[in-house]
């Protein structure tokens, strides 16, 4: 049963324009919703997240938007760069397990942005 | 930043032998440590919540007894896959929450370990 799922398994963006990351979710009782990125042979690392009391949160090229009707969260970047090219993974936190830092992960979003 | 360390990055080893995975902080203590295992194209899938001082909680459907997990201190928690198999072939990432209420921007992933048995 796959909780959190990143439908696109990769995404290819040019130089300059937005980049538009999806991920549905499935279980009602996840508050907290994280992106992650991935360099090939690094850990990944916590790019930005949002709580479910709000529908967006912005940092520098980053906005993570977050629909809880639709059970959908998405990860803009604009303006893209080359070194924005990674995998990105969307992971979600249960209220039950905030003090516990169980995250459930999406399968990773593969994005290459081209000069 | 914070710092987390995994030992080694590639192993291979023969079926039926055990092979273990090392993970460390290496700035902080991390009372906390995750497992988890990724196959190619799917999520990372929790294994086990590793608690220093006490029995590892493991996920529904991982075996106990294959993956014998070990936090022996705040800094280090060890994987063993005991008599390995090639269905155990696969990605292996850790990762350590620093401070007391871990909310996912305080955890920290290392570079993860592949496995590969022949």
């Known amino acids: 049963d796959q909780q959190v799922k990143q439908n696109s398994p990769s995404l290819s963006v040019q130089e300059g324009r937005i980049s538009i990351l999806n991920c549905d979710y499935t279980n009602s009782m996840f508050d907290y919703f994280l992106w992650y990125k991935k360099y090939p042979a690094e850990g990944p690392t916590f790019l930005i997240s949002i709580s479910s009391i709000k529908d967006k949160n912005e940092d520098g090229r980053f906005t993570v938007f977050l629909n809880k009707s639709a059970k959908h969260l998405s990860l803009h970047i604009v303006p893209s760069q080359p070194g924005d090219s990674a995998v990105y993974f969307c992971?979600?936190?249960?209220?039950?397990?905030?003090?516990?830092?169980?995250?459930?992960f999406g399968q990773g979003t593969t994005l290459q942005v081209k000069p | 930043g914070a710092v987390v360390s995994q030992h080694p990055s590639w192993v291979i080893c023969k079926s039926g032998t055990s092979v273990k995975i090392e993970c460390r902080s290496l700035d902080f203590q991390a009372t906390t440590m995750f497992w988890y295992r990724q196959f190619p194209k799917q999520s990372l899938m929790l294994m086990a919540t590793s608690n220093e001082g006490s029995k590892a909680t493991y996920e529904q459907g991982v075996e106990k007894d294959k993956f014998l997990i070990n936090h022996a201190s705040l800094t280090l928690s060890t994987l063993t896959v005991t008599s390995a198999h090639p269905e155990d072939s696969s990605f292996y990432i850790c990762?350590?929450?620093?401070?007391?209420?871990?909310?996912?921007?305080?955890?920290?992933f290392g570079e993860g370990s592949w496995l590969t048995v022949v």
């Open positions: 992971a979600a936190s249960a209220r039950e397990n905030s003090n516990t830092g169980k995250l459930i």
């Open positions: 990762s350590a929450a620093k401070g007391g209420f871990p909310r996912g921007n305080t955890i920290y």
